[in-house]
Nanobody, 118 residues
Framework: QVQLVESGGGLVQPGGSLRLSCAVS????????MGWYRQAPGKQRELVAT???????VYTNSVKGRFTISRDNAKNTVYLQMNSLKPEDTAVYYC????????????WGQGTQVTVSS
């Protein structure tokens, strides 16, 4: 059973930074494209960023230049460094793992709350 466990959320002032982590267990980490999604109250879940095993990244426009996704394949962990945070970044952030060769194998973490407020 693949498990994703997020950590690192919290309350931060506008302009501040947070680093989210997602530890993956139960499968071969390199087989998965890893991603971060977020869901704000009353809104649909949206893609924030993804990263392949080789390090290729994709970002949604609203976070480009502020957020950085990375992965440590030796530690089976994916990170999301969030800088210059804005109130509109407030959401529950979810870690996601998509198997490279099977669209049926998709896993989610439990989510971690990020609140940007003064």
């Amino acid at each position: 059973q693949v498990q994703l466990v997020e950590s690192g959320g919290g309350l931060v002032q506008p302009g501040g930074s947070l680093r989210l982590s997602c530890a993956v267990s139960g499968s071969t980490f390199s087989l998965y494209i890893m991603g971060w999604y977020r869901q704000a109250p009353g809104k649909q879940r949206e893609l924030v960023a993804t990263i392949t095993n080789s390090g290729s990244t994709v970002y949604t426009n609203s976070v480009k230049g502020r957020f950085t996704i990375s992965r440590d394949n030796a530690k089976n962990t994916v990170y999301l460094q969030m800088n210059s945070l804005k109130p509109e970044d407030t959401a529950v952030y979810y870690c996601n793992a998509d198997h490279r060769f099977s669209i049926a194998l998709k896993y989610w973490g439990q989510g971690t709350q990020v609140t940007v407020s003064s």
